[in-house]
């Protein structure tokens, strides 16, 4: 599998693409006026405490107060217990209002909620994970071969200085890394932390202590494996910038990475725009003819498969499970372009034939290993749902790229003229019981008052000898179609 990651650059916000065997599968976008904040480290203070929520709110000097479960601070606290079933202590015991501590971003701020904190402080390297109070070495699942697992523990352990607080997570990139690559993350996260703690005792409360790479180098730290082929940046400076951080943390990547100065925009290599554009309707077309269609929620998202066109060669059976089969890969792919996250509810198309259903969700699964997201998988329901979660640690691409309609107010739906227009009868009616008036004038869009004068002009006729006044109407081209006025005159 050859996989480029295209950097699209402008002075309002970076994007990047990563592309597989041809296929855009992934997108970020950081914008610069809204950056994101997971990863960064603040020293905050505590502003709330929630006892019956097991929480706290913490102000680091955003908007809204962040969040901070007790978990989140018991992981680093207890995890060493002897006795894993003890009862953790209560947020009471553990802060209190008006105290400083430092804390690291895990969620951004997602709709209405705050950023999400924790107090087990990671710094990530392009090989290591520093864990500063965790005295741990742990190595990723991702990392294949007891040998070598036992090779980079025993590389990392002999590494460290003994007076070093903390521990480290071995990340997938450093499979078959050499020794002194190693040594090299860990003085560089030991600048880093040194750093951290001295700005710690300088800084006031809600101020950042340290901010996580930019959007571009990110994504080459942490998006950049053995299979990756090129690099391609369309800015110059971005690209000078990345070079000098590809030279000194992976150089190996220097000839890979390249500016790129071509006559296309970078992101119309492989029709990127319109993938994009296309990730933000609801329905998704499989080659066979099938279809999926993805309806986000803010409790959940919903993802039904459909054979659509797609009318088999066999018999009906064959025809679903080839359906099913297909849909696996483009619904794997959707979760991580339109970054959805949370609860994800599949509704495959009914199966009769339970080696079909186990086969469809090992598809599933195998599609779903190139997901830097963590993800779980039920098995099929009696209902034929398959219920999974997918980690959410930034907004959908939805959530970034568009925003609440203001006509319909998000329901996706409007109400049509004739709700409107009994609705305006109604209001007449009650301020011709409340208030003298000469005339009622009505203000509403083109439909709603085309209604009235065409199809319902009985039922205005016998409101006027109702109420004993003659009614008006007024298009207003700026109203929207559930927006109207009664007007006394």
Same mark, same amino acid.
């Given at each position: ?11 309002? +916000? ?107 402080? !990671? ?55 050499? +020794? ?105 077309? =499989? ?30 059976? +064959?025809?679903?499970?080839? !359906?099913?089969?297909?849909? !696996? ?53 009696? =209902?034929?749902?398959?219920?999974? !979660? ?7 691409? +939805? ?91």
């Amino acid at each position: 599998m050859s996989e480029e990651i295209l950097i699209n650059v402008t002075p309002q +916000e970076t994007r990047v693409a990563m592309v597989e065997n041809g296929v855009l599968q992934e997108v970020f976008i950081e914008r610069e006026r809204k950056r994101g904040l997971v990863g960064n480290i603040y020293k905050g203070k505590v502003t709330r405490v929630l006892p019956g929520m097991q929480a706290a709110f913490i102000d680091i000097g955003l908007d809204r107060a962040a969040f901070l479960h007790a978990s989140d601070i018991l992981s680093s606290l207890f995890d060493e217990q002897d006795d894993k079933k003890a009862e953790p202590p209560l947020i009471t015991n553990l802060v209190q209002t008006g105290q400083s501590l430092l804390v690291q971003v895990v969620k951004d701020p997602l709709g209405t909620k705050g950023a999400r904190l924790t107090t087990n402080i !990671t710094i990530p390297a392009r090989f290591l994970v520093y864990m500063p109070y965790t005295p741990h070495i742990g190595v990723s699942q991702k990392v294949e071969g007891e040998e070598e697992r036992q090779r980079l523990k025993s590389i990392v352990a002999q590494c460290v200085s003994e007076n070093r607080e903390g521990g480290y997570i071995i990340r997938t990139a450093a499979d078959c890394a050499q +020794e002194r690559e190693i040594q090299a993350d860990i003085v560089f996260l030991d600048r880093v932390w040194d750093s951290i703690k001295e700005k710690m005792q300088s800084v006031k409360p809600a101020s950042i202590v340290h901010e996580d790479l930019q959007l571009a180098m990110r994504a080459i730290r942490d998006l950049v494996g053995t299979s990756v082929d090129k690099i391609r940046i369309d800015s110059r400076e971005t690209y000078q910038k990345a070079t000098k951080f590809v030279g000194k943390f992976i150089p190996e990547l220097l000839p890979g990475i390249e500016y790129y100065s071509g006559p296309r925009p970078i992101f119309d290599l492989y029709s990127i725009e319109d993938e994009l554009q296309r990730a933000l309707q609801p329905k998704v077309q =499989l080659k066979s003819g099938g279809h999926l269609v993805i309806d986000q929620t803010e409790a959940m998202t919903t993802i039904d498969v459909n054979t659509g066109a797609f009318v088999g060669h066999r018999n009906l059976e +064959e025809t679903i499970f080839k !359906t099913n089969l297909e849909a !696996t890969y483009a619904l794997a792919r959707q979760l991580r372009l339109r970054n959805l996250g949370g609860i994800v509810i599949i509704d495959f198309i009914d199966m009769e034939d339970d080696e079909h259903k186990r086969q469809v969700l090992r598809a599933l699964e195998r599609n779903l290993e190139n997901d830097h997201s963590r993800t779980t998988i039920s098995e099929v329901s009696s =209902l034929g749902l398959v219920q999974m !979660t997918r980690k959410r640690t930034r907004e959908s691409l +939805e959530h970034v790229l568009c925003e609440s309609c203001p006509v319909c107010n998000g329901r996706g739906t409007v109400k049509t003229p004739e709700t409107v227009c009994y609705e305006v009868f109604r209001e007449i009616l009650r301020e011709s019981r409340q208030y003298e008036a000469q005339t009622f004038l009505v203000l509403a869009s083109q439909n709603v008052i085309d209604l009235m004068v065409d199809e319902e002009s009985s039922s205005v006729a016998e409101l006027e000898a109702f109420i004993g006044k003659p009614i008006k109407f007024q298009v207003e081209a700026q109203y929207t179609q559930e927006l109207y006025d009664v007007v006394l005159m």
